[in-house]
Structures are given as C-alpha cells and as structure tokens.
C-alpha cells in the first residue's frame, strides 16, 4: 500500500500526468521525466535500488556514445559533402534532387540517429533549393518521411529501435534482417510517388542548375584526417554491432569505445590546451535533454509495470484477440502507428515494452514474439510519420524551416505525410503477414 492506496492508483496517476505534460510540450521534457520518476520513489512505488535496476544503461551507452560519433565527424564536413554530392549526381535536376537527398537522407538515418540525419541535411537542402528557385517545402517532407523510414531498418537509426533492441536482446543483424526489407519497400513506394505528384512539376532555370553543379563539393571537406578517422572508427563500431553475438559486447559498450577512440584519434595532434576545448565541445554536442528524458522514463514506466498494470494490459490484449499470433501483430502495429502520431513514439515504446514481455508466456517464450516487437518496432517508427508531433526529427525540421522563413507548420505538414503514412502502415501490414504469419 501507498498512502493507504494501492500502488497502481498513485503510479497510473503519475505515468498519466507525466505523459499528459510531455504532449502539451510546455516544459523541457526531460525536466518533467525526471520528476516523474522522482514522484514513484518519494511515493513508495519504487525503492531507489528498484529505480536505478529500470534505467536501462545500454540504450544510454549507445545514445550517447553514437551522439559522440555523430558531434566530431560531422565536423570534418562529410555530411556536407554527400549532401552537395547527391544533388550534382542528379544534374541538379529538382526531381532528380528530389529523390536522391530522400535516399541519402534514408541511408543516413540508418546509420546515424534520424533528429541528427535531418539537422544536417535540412539547411543544405534549403540553401540549394534556394539557389535553385525552387519550394523548399516537398524536399523537407520528402526528408522526413525517409528519416523516419530510414531510421527503422537498423538498430541505431531511431530511437525506439535502441529502446526494443535492449529490451528484446534483438541484435544490429537482426534489424537488418527483420526491418530492413519492409523499409526497402516502402521507400521505393514513397519515392516514386513523391516523384510522380510533386517532383516532375519542378522545374528550375538552367543558369541557376549551372550554379550549383559548379560547386565543388570536396571543398566541404574541411578537415580530411578527421574524416579518416571517422571513417575507420565508425567502420569498426559497425563491425563491433555486426559481431556482437559473438564477441559478446553490448551496443552501448561497443558505441562508447568507439567514441572514447575518436576523442582520442581527433586529439592527438593537438596541445593539451585546445584538447581540453574540443573534448569540452564535443560533450556539449550532446544530446542531455534527451539523455535525461530517457532516464527519467525507464523509471516511471518501471513503477506502472511494478504495480502489475502493464501485465493486466498484456492479457486484455490476448482475450481481444484470442491469442491468435497475427491479429496480435495487427493490434501492436496499427495501435502504435496512430499513438505514435499522436504523442513522441519515445514514451509509447517505452511502456509498450512491458507489455511484450508481459504476452511472452502466452506464445511460448521471448523467441516465438519476434513478430510482434518487429510489429512495434514498425508501428512506431512509421506511424511517427503521420503528424508533426510524431517523432523528434518531424519537430527538427520544422523548427529549421520556420526560422529560414519556409511555412512548415501541423496541417500543411499532416495533409502530405498523412497519406504516405497511413499506406506504408498497410504495406507494413502486408509485409507482417507475408513474412511471419
């Protein structure tokens, strides 16, 4: 008992709350999070020694660690560089440019963290278009639906596959097995058809095609050692992703080596000094705000699964579908699409977790439930697609639109993503279906 309630009528109280103030996005959300789980131990929901055994440091390790990357080889000038080449690879041609920053933007977004991906390729994208004379607007929602997309196939490229491959010990091969053929898919779709309603009714002038195909891209290049390093150490960091069954390591420790080695490689060269002002910028470069988040929502979604909540869920979910393996799937496809257009994906992912696990004994084991974290894994990176508020990369693009001077607000934005979401979402469904059921 707590106050003389029981547990679940003070922890769903805070889970809700929390929630509620994160959706209205008036405070800092990572802020909110940590006074959530700080509300779940001062109640009595959760021991401090229970608190800190919910934060899942692996998915810390790996957000961070990969943020780290991601801070000192964008500084060498790669991103810049494949975005200027991606453009003069399509002749400078708006539909051509269309397609190919959407495919690079994907590709990115699976290598990378998609918000990252988006903040990098968003003001080059405006620039040129820019230069071009032509709307910005159709690039930038083409992006944002690749990032999204992209950010589905692999392990690091969103932030809910970070949250599933810890909690389902799902591996960096085992996303490209199992998501990244869906997301192939989905991609063509979403190209060809931005290609067919948008991008052959662009045209730009031919001096001004000329202009930018006389930008010399290796000039982006502005530090050509640290680009080899970056190279080299992310190569070995996804080898160490690829090999982890068998060397044993997880994610996080294997992104923070890699950071820790890029750190050092990037500052050899340099006085002790200008060392300590670059390590000191680099950890600036990281994302807190998101760190903390996170810290604070493995916590109170740890007090609601302690209260048992989250198994009573799991089993209504089972009688609403009779246990049947595939309108299950359907269910955690189709609920996390549309919650997952309506708030973060984040938050949703993180107490849909226990929710799996919960369901576990009813298929036979953590093994015989790979459809439906596959399901979740889908559901909620498309489904951030649909809305602005979706996902993080969505907002991203909007903030840097809004202060280029580009319109890029909820109902221009939902009206051309909306569509292209709800049919990659069908198309997942197909894909569920065919492949597991």
């Known amino acids: 008992m707590v106050f003389g309630l029981p547990p ?3 922890a769903l109280p805070i889970l809700i709350v929390t929630y509620a103030l ?4 008036r405070f800092d959300r990572s802020i909110l999070a940590l006074l959530g789980g700080g509300a779940m131990v001062l109640s009595g929901v959760l021991t401090q020694q229970q608190a800190v055994a919910g934060i899942d440091f692996n998915t810390i390790g790996l957000l961070t660690g990969m943020m780290i990357l991601v801070a000192i080889s964008r500084r060498s000038g790669v991103f810049e560089y494949l975005a200027i080449r991606a453009v003069q690879a399509a002749r400078a041609s708006p539909a051509g440019l269309l397609v190919s920053l959407a495919l690079v933007t994907a590709l990115l977004s699976s ?11 968003a003001p080059v994208t405006i620039a040129i278009c820019r230069r071009l004379g032509v709307p910005p607007f159709p690039f930038l929602v083409s992006e944002v639906l690749a990032s999204n997309f992209g950010g589905t196939a692999t392990l690091i490229g969103d932030p809910p596959n970070i949250l599933i491959g810890s909690a389902a010990n799902l591996s960096f091969n085992d996303f490209l097995v199992h998501m990244t053929p869906c997301v192939v898919i989905v991609m063509l ?4 058809l931005t290609y067919a309603l948008q991008g052959r009714f662009l045209t730009a002038g031919e001096q001004a095609r ?5 930008i ?3 000039s982006s290049i502005v530090d050509p050692r640290l680009l080899r390093h970056s190279i080299l150490v992310f190569g070995f960091a996804l080898l160490g992703f690829c090999t982890q069954r068998m060397t044993g390591l997880e994610p996080g420790t294997i992104a923070l080596i890699a950071a820790a080695a890029l750190m050092l490689l990037e500052n050899l060269v340099h006085p002790r000094e200008e060392q300590f002002a670059k390590i000191s910028a680099t ?6 705000i998101t760190i903390f988040f996170f810290v604070g929502l493995f916590i109170v979604v740890k007090g609601v699964e302690a209260t048992g909540a989250l198994a009573w869920l799991a089993q209504k979910i089972l009688e609403l579908t009779a246990g049947n393996m595939g309108l299950t799937a359907s269910v955690v496809l189709w609920s996390a699409a549309i919650l997952s257009a309506i708030i973060d994906n984040i938050p949703f992912v993180a107490a849909m977790i226990p929710v799996l696990h919960a369901m576990a004994p009813q298929f036979g084991g953590e093994a015989a439930i790979l459809p439906l974290w596959v399901a979740l894994s889908i559901g909620a990176c498309f489904g ?3 809305t602005l508020i979706g996902a993080s990369a969505n907002l991203t693009v909007s903030g840097i639109a809004q202060r280029s001077g580009v319109p890029f607000g909820f109902g221009l934005y939902t009206r051309k993503a909306l569509p292209l979401t709800f049919l990659a979402v069908l198309i997942a469904q197909a894909y569920l279906w065919v492949r597991y059921l």
């Open 283 to 288: 950890y600036a470069e990281i994302d807190w």
């Open 384 to 386: 951030g697609n649909g």
């Open 111 to 121: 290598l990378l963290d998609n918000v990252t991906t988006v903040l990098l390729i």
């Open 22 to 25: 994160v959706m209205i996005d």
């Open 216 to 218: 010399r891209a290796a």
């Open 189 to 192: 779709v979403q190209v060809g």
């Open 210 to 214: 000329q202009e930018v195909m006389s």
């Open 8 to 10: 679940l009528y003070v």
